[in-house]
């Protein structure tokens, strides 16, 4: 979902039915992004991520008086305004989305590198109405900005990276890594994996616990898992072709890795019936 909004003072702006992640970017002018009681100042040239449901305020002030309601997807309308707030909705729907999810807090904001200005400045010059495409090349260009904000936040000191993601960067563990990302239905050893990376199998081994926090073949299976959780959200997908999907060459024995991992079966995850804790032990691989 899309919007932007011209705004006057006085004014607030209140997001009742948040998503997943919101992004706010401000085109021109500045605000206060207030969440319970948590006010941070938002200004051109940075973005703010907000994560969760809770209901949140962009106004003119850190104590907005008074605010209406609204939300993402309406129509653009006029942008004269003193202040532009571009805003994005993302709903993050399964497993995988929700490994990345669950790291962030519930706001941050980063401010643009230098090389992201003039992306800003071209994202801003395609509002402007009547143009071919025009949908398709903003909603690109906010992910291109969801994803700049959260990988300028993660390179940020004092920030807790997640295993696998310090890990893409090492020179060992980062082929690995991505192969499994990119082929999680090939039948992947220890000695395969340390072939791609170009070291031995007691190098990738050790260097891949020590960074990602589990051995290389344990970490491809709770990956696969999490690609099954989505894939099963499918109701024409069958469970033997969902283990076909994520290299098991049988039903029974995805199912009982499955359930190794969710502490239920994938018939029963797909009913709902998965323990509602599933989703933190799952994360915190």
């Avoid at 706010?24 to 040239?45: I, S, Y």
């Avoid at 082929?183 to 990738?204: C, D, M, Y």
């Avoid at 009982?256 to 995850?269: D, E, I, M, Q, V």
Wanted: aromatic letters at 8%.
């Amino acid at each position: 979902m899309f919007g932007a909004s011209a705004l006057t003072p006085p004014w607030g702006l209140r997001f009742p039915d948040c998503p997943s992640l919101t992004l706010c970017a401000p085109l021109r002018g500045q605000g206060w992004l207030v969440q319970g009681n948590r006010a941070r100042p938002l200004r051109v040239g940075e973005a703010a991520v907000v994560r969760g449901t809770e209901p949140f305020v962009f106004a003119d002030t850190a104590t907005p008086r008074a605010t209406r309601d609204v939300t993402c997807g309406g129509p653009l309308g006029d942008l004269s305004g003193d202040t532009v707030l571009m805003v994005g909705a993302y709903e993050a729907k399964g497993e995988v989305a929700r490994r990345l999810v669950r790291l962030l807090p519930p706001l941050l904001v980063v401010a643009d590198a230098e090389d992201c200005t003039p992306m800003r400045d071209y994202l801003t010059a395609q509002l402007a109405p009547g143009r071919p495409g025009r949908q398709i090349v903003l909603d690109r260009l906010l992910d291109w900005l969801l994803v700049c904000t959260l990988r300028d936040w993660f390179d940020q000191p004092g920030v807790t990276l997640p295993g696998w993601y310090a890990a893409l960067g090492d020179d060992a563990v980062g082929p690995a890594l991505r192969a499994i990302h990119d082929e999680p239905s090939r039948p992947w050893t220890l000695a395969s994996l340390a072939a791609v990376a170009g070291v031995s199998r007691s190098t990738l081994a050790r260097r891949f616990t020590d960074l990602v926090g589990e051995p290389p073949l344990a970490y491809l299976t709770s990956w696969r898992m999490a690609l099954a959780a989505d894939m099963l959200a499918d109701p024409a997908a069958t469970v033997a072709s969902v283990a076909r999907r994520v290299g098991y060459s049988d039903a029974f024995g995805f199912s009982s890795a499955f359930k190794r991992t969710y502490g239920t079966s994938p018939s029963a995850y797909r009913r709902g019936a998965a323990p509602a804790d599933h989703a933190e032990a799952a994360g915190s691989r």
